[in-house]
T-cell receptor, first 112, second 114 residues
Framework: DSGVTQTPKHLITATGQRVTLRCSPRSGDLSVYWYQQSLDQGLQFLIQYYNGEERAKGNILERFSAQQFPDLHSELNLSSLELGDSALYFC???????????FGSGTRLTVV | AQSVTQLGSHVSVSEGALVLLRCNYSSSVPPYLFWYVQYPNQGLQLLLKYTTGATLVKGINGFEAEFKKSETSFHLTKPSAHMSDAAEYFCAVTISGSARQLTFGSGTQLTVLP
């Protein structure tokens, strides 16, 4: 157990639908990162939050959004889902000044 | 912008043989470099990292990597492979600053043969 908790582990949904992925960071970690892992794109950085505020944005689609709540857990919202959104979505967390994250075990999203 | 190239998407070694996984990076400023391992159906686990200081970095499970600025490389090695080392390995780079997002290589699948 890495200490980063992601739910759900698996999610199957239809095209056009909206889903929410949840991440609880390690105790004490203020930064949360979201990554997408797919066969064709590899591991892609989506977005980072630090203590509730958006810190950096990567290759995140406009249909996707995220937020970090006061208790530091984060949610990634994916809407108008397409078949190509099927992927593993990882959350990671790090301390304030730390380099090198701790990853969660991921949410496998399948869009049918 | 920084980038990472992992040479060899698949590497096979015999149990007990040397493991060498290659990683070259591109960065306009001094990089911070990482190796992660991913076992099937699991998340990524940090093996080791280089930020500053000693260029030979030792990690978990007997792995080590050497930062060579002149060669822009950060190859991962292990003297003797174990069956349990079979996994996918990712090299990643970031640069100092307020954000810490990693740029990952495409990964190398390591197979250990009995």
């Amino acid at each position: 157990d890495s200490g980063v908790t992601q739910t759900p582990k698996h999610l199957i949904t239809a095209t056009g639908q909206r889903v929410t992925l949840r991440c609880s960071p390690r105790s004490g970690d203020l930064s949360v990162y979201w990554y997408q892992q797919s066969l064709d794109q590899g591991l892609q950085f989506l977005i980072q939050y630090y203590n509730g505020e958006e810190r950096a944005k990567g290759n995140i689609l406009e249909r996707f959004s995220a937020q970090q709540f006061p208790d530091l857990h984060s949610e990634l919202n994916l809407s108008s889902l397409e078949l190509g959104d099927s992927a593993l979505y990882f959350c990671a967390s790090s301390p304030q000044d730390g380099y090198g994250y701790t990853f969660g075990s991921g949410t496998r999203l399948t869009v049918v | 912008a920084q980038s990472v190239t992992q040479l060899g998407s698949h590497v096979s070694v015999s149990e007990g043989a040397l493991v060498l996984l290659r990683c070259n990076y591109s960065s306009s400023v001094p990089p911070y470099l990482f190796w992660y391992v991913q076992y099937p159906n699991q998340g990524l686990q940090l093996l080791l990292k280089y930020t500053t200081g000693a260029t030979l970095v030792k990690g978990i499970n007997g792995f080590e990597a050497e930062f060579k600025k002149s060669e822009t490389s950060f190859h991962l090695t292990k003297p003797s492979a174990h069956m349990s080392d079979a996994a996918e390995y990712f090299c990643a780079v970031t640069i100092s600053g307020s954000a810490r997002q990693l740029t990952f290589g495409s990964g190398t699948q390591l197979t250990v043969l009995p």
